[in-house]
């Protein structure tokens, strides 16, 4: 995951972003692998998606094609991350079909949440980008 990261020692501000119960909003770019369905994912994340951690719910923004993975500039290698479980780790590194970008919203940010919802609705997530906070 790359994009926006908030340090702060000030516990009433942390609180005050991150804590669920505010509604914060965090968006959110993944690009997936394959072609994705618009309607029918939208269903799906405003129903809510179950996973290891419960069931948790998301505004899809839009759906466009993608590239693919961006090239991380430092070691010229795809930008992904192999290790998460519930569904996520049907990432297949010889992929070579389409690609789609999903743009989202989700109010709470537990641990690989949007990986594990999106795996779970059938696209693994090979790149996540943070794009706003709020």
């Known amino acids: 995951t790359t994009g926006l990261i908030l340090f702060s020692s000030d516990g009433k501000l942390t609180q005050a972003l991150l804590h669920p119960k505010r509604g914060i909003e965090k968006e959110y770019v993944a690009t997936v692998q394959g072609k994705v369905d618009k309607e029918r994912l939208e269903k799906l ?3 809510g998606v179950e996973t290891t951690e419960g069931v ?3 505004k899809l923004i839009e759906v466009t094609s993608s590239e ?3 090239v991380d500039e430092f070691d010229g290698k795809a930008a992904n991350n192999h290790e998460v479980k519930d569904g996520d780790d049907l990432h297949d590194e010889d992929f070579s079909g389409p690609y789609s970008d999903i743009r989202l919203v989700v109010t709470e ?3 690989r949440m949007v990986r594990r919802m999106l795996a779970n609705c059938g696209h693994p997530v090979v790149e996540l ?3 706003r906070h709020g």
């Open 45 to 47: 994340l405003s129903d």
């Open 56 to 58: 948790h719910s998301a």
């Open 68 to 70: 693919g993975p961006r």
């Open 109 to 111: 940010g537990k641990y």
């Open 129 to 131: 980008r943070r794009e």
